[in-house]
């Protein structure tokens, strides 16, 4: 989709996911404590998908917890599931009045269990809106989506309700998390690592990659389109000759 954007004329991407990175060196730039910049990252959730509804982006997904991150201190852990919980309950309204549907992907096992009913809860009433499609991985692990979804294809195959030649890469795709979700065209990671931390590894196999330095809490309008106009300059081939 074309966007005029400050007179700009801009290919919009469909899909934009997003490494969310650098709330703690936010926070220690500030000599605050590291669960102080995650609640300025959740703010800065809350502007990420205004403006990428603004600017017409149709699906929106963040990684918000690392099956990894479980290592942080019982501090940061607890902190930021009280970011969750809060978030969970609060965004209900807000998701309804601006007709945004929103889905948790990642592990639910190991979750304590009022998360749980709250990620059912803001799924369920937030099912039939039709704009910003936005997607929250918490508990979220690339490999433990994978390992799941091959689990999951084994107990059909145990039950003679599929042959080995029904396990397509269209299959498989439907057993992840993102299975309603086109794959991203664009993956941003801020605060300047270079890598993808078990991200979404089947679906970014060839979204376009934009790395910036601006800490997750500042990311802001101009950054999300600094992203676009990157991903504007990208020439995608997935394999083919241009
Ligand atoms: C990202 O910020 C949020 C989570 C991983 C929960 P970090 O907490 O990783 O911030 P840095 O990387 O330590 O600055
Ligand atoms: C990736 O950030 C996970 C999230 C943004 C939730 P991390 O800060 O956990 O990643 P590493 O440890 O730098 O790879
Ligand atoms: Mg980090």
């Given at each position: 989709m074309e966007r005029e954007i400050n007179g700009e004329l801009l290919n919009i991407p469909e899909h934009v996911a997003i490494i969310m990175d650098g709330n703690g060196r936010w926070a220690k730039k500030r000599l605050m404590p590291r669960n102080f910049g995650h609640a300025e990252g959740a703010k800065a959730i809350e502007r990420a998908c205004e403006n990428a509804d603004e600017l017409g982006i149709k699906y929106l997904t963040v990684y918000a917890f690392s099956t990894e991150n479980w290592k942080r201190s019982v501090e940061e852990v607890t902190g930021i599931m009280n970011i969750f919980r809060k978030y969970l309950v609060d965004s209900i309204e807000r998701s309804n009045r601006e007709n945004m549907r929103v889905r948790i992907i990642g592990k639910r096992d190991g979750l304590p269990e009022d998360i749980i009913e709250k990620i059912n809860n803001l799924e369920k009433e937030t099912a039939?809106?039709?704009?910003l499609q936005f997607s929250v991985a918490i508990n979220y692990g690339g490999r433990d989506e994978l390992t799941r979804a091959v689990r999951s294809i084994a107990e059909n195959y145990k039950n003679n309700e599929l042959d080995i030649e029904d396990i397509t890469e269209e299959l498989i795709s439907k057993r992840l998390d993102t299975r309603e979700l086109p794959d991203p065209d664009l993956l941003i990671r801020t605060s300047g690592e270079f890598r993808t931390s078990n991200f979404l590894p089947w679906q970014i196999a060839y979204s376009e990659f934009y790395f910036t330095d601006i800490l997750w809490p500042d990311f802001d309008m101009d950054a999300l389109v600094d992203a676009v106009r990157y991903y504007n300059k990208r020439e995608r081939r997935f394999g083919g000759v241009r």
């Open positions: 039939k809106n039709t704009g």
